[in-house]
């Protein structure tokens, strides 16, 4: 489980494609890293494979490459990184599982003061679990919807955000992970099962 509260971002330092996938070497800043830990990588939750001083590698199995961006990412691309959260740790963000929904496309950035608001895609299958003022994570990061239209939608990012993530990479065109709020999937499976009890009765 993730929060959702990027720590700090990683560099591609290579790509090696095999037959069941791809695997990805990562330079990092962490201090220590071990073998089989969970790590957010630009939301995707991925294992810590091999690893050494600066470096770890992740594989990527097919169905990864296939429904993340990931499977596209070179040497030199800016990831997001965070480890998954101990039990006792600060709870920052929101639920995050790494578990990515789909991807979305930045539609717009635009400068707002010291701040910037970025306009993004709204994919038909999770317009659902988007809302105003809700939570969602876009590339492992806990965000909260600005605003939201029928195909698109808006997040406001501060200059701490901006800096410390890749979304200061990210220009209009460019795919970004999503991962809506996993309690809206909840409630709705609940109270489809409700409905479904409610019509039986009747």
């Not at 070497?25 to 494979?49: K, M, N, P, W, Y």
């Not at 199995?61 to 993340?68: F, M």
Request: glycine fraction near 10%; include cysteine.
């Amino acid at each position: 489980m993730f929060t959702g509260i990027v720590e700090s971002t990683g560099e591609i330092r290579s790509v090696t494609a095999t037959d069941d996938g791809r695997r990805l070497r990562i330079g990092h800043d962490f201090e220590a890293l071990h073998h089989g830990q969970s790590i957010s990588v630009s939301g995707v939750c991925l294992t810590v494979e091999r690893f050494a001083e600066g470096w770890f590698e992740v594989f990527l199995a097919s169905e990864t490459v296939e429904k993340t961006y990931l499977g596209e990412v070179g040497e030199g691309d800016v990831v997001n990184l965070e480890r998954a959260l101990a039990a006792d740790g600060r709870f920052d963000g929101h639920l995050v599982q790494g578990h990515v929904d789909t991807t979305a496309v930045v539609e717009r950035v635009e400068r707002v003061g010291e701040d910037w608001r970025y306009t993004f895609s709204l994919p038909s299958d999770v317009r659902q679990y988007v809302v105003s003022k809700g939570s969602v994570a876009l590339d492992g990061i806990s965000l909260t919807v600005a605003s939201r239209e029928e195909e698109t939608f808006d997040v406001a990012i501060i200059p701490t955000t901006y800096e410390l993530t890749s979304l200061s990479e990210k220009d209009p065109g460019d795919p970004v992970h999503v991962e809506v709020d996993v309690v809206a999937k909840y409630v709705e499976s609940m109270l489809e099962g409700y409905l479904a009890g409610v019509d039986e009765r009747i």
